[in-house]
């Protein structure tokens, strides 16, 4: 009878075990799945970087504060957030918001996609006093990717939210269009600004393949529709053209800049050259030498600070299509 018992319990603690196993890994698999549809949407990410100064600045107190010191520096915290608290709940929150934007540019002006549903978000909540800081990086591109972004932050202005434009390493050609948008221009003292010009580039093979005697055609309807081409021969008419669409281009761009920053002396500066930051200060094409971390540390005193990332879902086939078109990019077509 004894056996009998133990050889149940044991067959019993061996099911119990099982049971147990299958229901962890069970759980696992649902929070890993829930994960995943969480994030196989589009979704707005908005973090608090009043808390992440907090916690870099508490990591380094709690090291070397006594402590009693280190208690003291907690209960101030706990005071000043109850009093956030407190005010938020009575509807009369005291202090502006800076909504933290970024833009990492690639020669398509891709992040646009982002930016304008950001844009779109913080335009329904924005209050009076508040501020739009973006950090911006991009070495420009395509002209009309460019432009939209740019339009997107006029929206900002246009809404009578102040917008701040932070340049740490580089806004040239379609990234200064963008920057000259903003109320305040700040950039790193090394910083690259500028390169107001436009450029158009691509290779000819037409005498390589006259020389292997292959021929290619090209058929148009319209007399521009083709100015210059890839393996066609090209005329001077075409050159011509296309030049002149070159400084059409330009002299956009050169206009916008005299819309947003009158201050600029655009025969000085529209030469396609760009400058550091120390002399893109001397030159007014931007306000101040600073970097966007000292901004946002100096504006976290006395403002929410709020990083808003709105995060798309890419298919497998979307990000393939990805793939090819930054392939594709790196051809002159």
Known sequence: MSEFLFQYGLFFAKTVTWIAAIVIVAAVLANVVHHL???????????????????????LKRALLSPEEWKRALKAHKAEDKARAKAHKAGTPTRPRVFVLDFHGDLHAS???????????????????DETLLRLESEGGVVHGYGLAASQLRRVREAGVKLTVAVDKVAASGGYLMACVADHILAAPF??????????????????????????????AGEHKRTLTLFGENTAAGREKFRET?????????????????????????????????RA??????DELKTSDDYLLERSKDCDLYELRYKRHRGFAERLAGSLAGLRATLPF
């Open 37 to 59: 549809r969480a994030h196989a949407t589009d979704h707005l990410e908005v973090k608090n970087l009043n808390h992440r100064f907090r916690e870099l600045a508490d990591g």
């Open 281 to 286: 200060l001397d030159l007014k094409l931007v």
């Open 191 to 220: 910083a690259v600004v500028g390169s107001i010009g436009v450029v158009g580039q691509l290779p000819n093979f037409n005498r390589l393949l006259k020389k292997h005697e292959i021929d290619y055609e090209l058929h148009t």
């Open 111 to 129: 992040a646009v996609a982002s930016l304008r549903e950001e844009i779109s978000a913080l335009l329904q909540v924005a209050r009076p006093g």
């Open 246 to 278: 070159l400084e059409d281009a330009h002299a956009l761009f050169k206009s916008f800049i005299a819309q947003n920053r009158p201050q600029v002396d655009l025969a000085r500066v529209a030469t396609g050259d760009h400058w550091f930051g120390t």
